[in-house]
């Protein structure tokens, strides 16, 4: 499938909104949610061939969270690849080519498009960032951003944010493989 009309999009991230929001109703445990909000978009968005989610575990640190595909990298620092580019600006990365796209990460050689949303928490702090790949060049566009935006907005808010105890940026993590 090259191509997904808008209207079509736009049903597609409305109802997976509204699955999300049914499944996670109460729920506030961050891999909870993502792990949830993985495999709900992951089999309704069928161009999707990675679905999931990087955490921001140190600052400019990015590790692996719940998702659905193939082995992802377990590690991105913030200046390497798709992903580093969300964290690091803030801004979604709606990527065509990414062979195109300097340093991105090939997890998967059969990846041909891209697109990374960051997510913030009630306090609009970056906590993770939604990651989905293609094998479809050109996969996803203004429609799906739009879409994917609003669902991250919907997860970020329920994460339960750090107890005053734990510290700002949370628990400390030891070092793993980098990207
Ligand atoms: N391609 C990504 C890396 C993550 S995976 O594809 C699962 C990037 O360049 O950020």
Not at 41 to 55: P, V
Not at 104 to 121: F, N, Q, S, Y
Request: aromatic share 6%.
């Amino acid at each position: 499938m090259a191509t997904v009309d808008p209207a079509a999009k736009e049903a597609i991230y409305r109802e997976a909104r509204a699955e999300l929001a049914a499944l996670l109703d109460g729920v506030d445990d961050p891999v909870a949610v993502m792990a949830s909000a993985a495999s709900v978009l992951h089999h309704r968005i069928e161009r999707a061939s990675w679905t999931g989610f990087y955490r921001v575990v140190a600052p400019g640190r990015l590790r692996v969270g719940p998702y659905q595909g193939p082995p992802g990298c377990l590690e991105i620092p913030f200046d390497r690849g798709v992903c580093g580019a969300a964290a690091r600006t803030g801004e979604s990365q709606v990527v065509a080519d990414v062979h195109a796209f300097p340093g991105h990460i090939a997890c998967d050689e059969g990846a041909r498009a891209e697109i990374v949303i960051p997510l913030r928490d009630r306090r609009g702090e970056l906590v993770a960032v939604l990651d989905i790949d293609s094998h479809h060049p050109a996969a996803f566009d203004e429609d799906d951003r739009i879409g994917l935006e609003s669902i991250a907005a919907f997860l970020g808010a329920l994460f339960k944010l750090p107890s005053p105890e734990s510290g700002a940026s949370g628990p400390a993590h030891a070092p793993l493989r980098r990207a």
